[in-house]
């Protein structure tokens, strides 16, 4: 009977870099995913273009991991940002840094970096065997037997979990870790979705599908408090909001609307003025301007297709004249200005969305090895693991440092 030293479920990052790490030091390693090929969902990040880490610092990546982002200390301390960046140099693919510290392939495209793990998983001899579905996970004695749906059996003296979330089904992410890994006695924390847009009550945003507002400002009301989000683009869609704030807070966004329900969206057109300022602006303008339309004066602020439905939430007539606009009304311009109401009542769903938050239990992980503290010899690398961070690289480097992690402490 062929027994394995390491088994790998999940062909993505840190299913890669787990096989990787542990071939280099000499272990016979198998490498199993249900898709043809490997890195399927890797090939979809950042817009094809594949954000794989960011060049900030221990102390920020932890804090854009989330409330747990501790855990992952000892993982990065072992292999971080520039670990990863020489890993890929060393293979002959360099680096461009773009705003933020988000670190892309020089050649902007996810291909190269899948075309890397290809290259370097053959120079160390790693068996993959692809389209293996698998159905049972069972350990008997101190062997590890893994069988598929065409009852292929595999025996390994140790596994790594590495089978990512419940998004992008596509591409095979379709939750089976989750459920091995409790028939094994692990805790699920709840699977919600991170980076996914979100759905408004208001249908006249749908008709504006495809309009990016820029540089606004956002903000989160819900019962006695208020939340800012970052100023960036907004992105109208024909169900209701998307962009790269949306994105990277909507997993906050989706655990206050859990608690809360329904909340209420302000954005902000003119962020650098407050209120009074802003005020003391139209004033002087519309005198500058007196005889033109409202509708056509507004161009200066909003991209012109909103301009009159966003007055119609205030009934304001486009064609009227700027000295013809009482104080009131221009009151109620500066107010819808600075805090255009939109109703979140939903967001798309998991499978939508480009990370899962949620998963294994950290608190049955050893945060050290990636090693199960129930079952010896099990180990979890990657998006299977509870928790997601923010865009910007975090999750990625977050499976590449566990899969290399969870593939040295296998090798032991």
Known sequence: MEIYDLAIIGAGPAGCMAAIRASQLDKKVVLLDKNNLIGRKLLLTGNTRCNFTNTTSLKVFLEKLGTNGAFYRDAFNKFFNWDLIEFFKEQGLDYKVEDSGRVFPITEKSKSVVDILKKVLKEYHVEIIYEYNLKNLNKKSEIFQLSSTKSKVINAHKVIMATGGSTYNVTGSTGDGFKFAKSL??????????????????????????????????????????????????????????????????????????????????????????????????????????????????????????????????????????????????????????????TIVGHLPLDKALVTCGGVSKKQIDPRTMESKLVKGLYFAGEIISGCGRRGGYNLQQAFSTGYVAGENASK
């Open 185 to 342: 006695g692990h805790q699920i924390t709840e699977l919600k979705p991170g980076g996914v847009p979100l759905i408004v009550q208001e249908e006249w945003i749908f008709k504006l599908k495809g309009v990016t507002l820029e540089n606004v400002g956002m903000s989160i009301e819900y019962p006695g408090k208020t939340k800012d989000l970052p100023r960036g683009n907004l992105l109208l869609t024909h169900f209701g909001i998307s962009g790269p704030v949306i994105l990277d807070m909507s997993h906050e966004i989706v655990e206050i609307m859990d608690k809360y329900g329904d909340l209420k969206l302000k954005i902000d057109f003119k962020p650098d003025m407050n209120q009074k300022s802003l005020e003391s602006y139209l004033m002087k303008d519309f005198q500058k301007y007196r005889k033109k339309s409202l509708k056509n004066y507004l161009n200066y602020h909003l991209p012109q297709s909103t301009i009159l439905p966003f007055l119609a939430t205030i009934n304001l007539d486009s064609q009227k004249k700027l000295n013809q606009i009482t104080k009131k009304e221009r009151l109620d311009l500066v107010k819808i200005l600075k805090g255009l109401p939109l």
